[in-house]
C-alpha cells in the first residue's frame, strides 16, 4: 500500500515557467512533510519541509502548499532553471513513531 | 560542512557473492538510517537505528541482510548472498535524534551480476 502518492511522474518546463508537483497521503497521524532533491549518483537532499498547521510556506523560489483537509501537499518552484532539474520526491512521517515514507518521485527537467 | 559519508560509492559483484557497505553519519548524530532505493523509486527503509539499538527492522530481508552498529557511530550494512533483485542504491541517512531531520549520504550504487 502506497502511502503517499506523487504526480506526475515526470515534467518539462521551460526555462521561467512554474514546476508543479503534487502529493497526497492517506495517514492522518502524519506531521511532517518535507520535500527532497535528488540529483543522478547522489542522495536526497532536503529542500523544503512542512507541518500541518501551517497552510504555506515559502523558501526562496520554492514553495509548498498544504490542504490539510484534502490530504494532499504540492510543492512549487517559481522561476525555474536548468539548474532545477533533478527528481523531487514528497515524504510524510509521523515525527520519530513511524519511517519517513516516500513518493516515487517526479523527474523534472528544465529546458532553456 | 558536516555529510554523511559513505563507502564505496559504487560496487558491482557476482549472484551469490557477500558485499558490505559502510557508513559514517554526522558527527553527534544519535540515529542513523539505512534504505534502498530502487531505480526510478523513492528510498524505503531497511533500518534504523538509535546509538547501538535497532529501532526498526521489520523491512530488512534478515535471511540475506545483516546490519551493525557497534559503538553507535559507523554502521554496515551486509548482503549475504546478493541476488540480482538486490541491484539497488543503498542510501545511509542520520539525525540527531528520532525526532529531527534527516540528511543523507550520497549512496552506494550496487549491480548485481
Known amino acids: 500500500q502506497q502511502q503517499v502518492k506523487q504526480s506526475p511522474q515526470s515534467l518539462i518546463v521551460q526555462k521561467g515557467g512554474i514546476s508543479i508537483i503534487n502529493c497526497a497521503y492517506e495517514?492522518?497521524?502524519?506531521?511532517?512533510f518535507p520535500w527532497y532533491q535528488q540529483f543522478p549518483g547522489k542522495g536526497p537532499a532536503l529542500l523544503i519541509a512542512i507541518r500541518p498547521d501551517v497552510s504555506e510556506k515559502k523558501e526562496g523560489r520554492f514553495t509548498i502548499s498544504f490542504n490539510k483537509s484534502a490530504k494532499q501537499f504540492s510543492l512549487h518552484i517559481m522561476d525555474s532553471q536548468p539548474g532545477d532539474s533533478a527528481t523531487y520526491f514528497c515524504?510524510?512521517?509521523?515525527?520519530?513513531?513511524?519511517?519517513?515514507?516516500f513518493g516515487k518521485g517526479t523527474r523534472l527537467s528544465v529546458i532553456a | 560542512e558536516a555529510e554523511v559519508a559513505q563507502s564505496p560509492r559504487y560496487k558491482i559483484t557476482e549472484k551469490s557473492q557477500a558485499v558490505a557497505f559502510w557508513c559514517d553519519p554526522i558527527s553527534g548524530h544519535a540515529t542513523l538510517y539505512w534504505y534502498r532505493q530502487i531505480l526510478g523509486q523513492g528510498p524505503e527503509l531497511l533500518v534504523q537505528f538509535q546509538d547501538e539499538s535497532v529501532v526498526d527492522d521489520s523491512q530488512l530481508p534478515k535471511d540475506r541482510f545483516s546490519a551493525e552498529r557497534l559503538k553507535g557511530v559507523d554502521s554496515t550494512l551486509k548482503i549475504q548472498p546478493a541476488e540480482l533483485g538486490d541491484s539497488a542504491m543503498y542510501l545511509c541517512?542520520?539525525?540527531?535524534?528520532?525526532?529531527?531531520?534527516?540528511?543523507f549520504g550520497p549512496g552506494t550504487r550496487l549491480t548485481v551480476l
Open positions: 541517512a542520520s539525525s540527531l535524534g528520532l525526532r529531527n531531520e534527516q540528511f
Open positions: 495517514n492522518t497521524a502524519f506531521d511532517y
Open positions: 515524504a510524510a512521517w509521523n515525527s520519530g513513531n513511524t519511517p519517513l515514507v
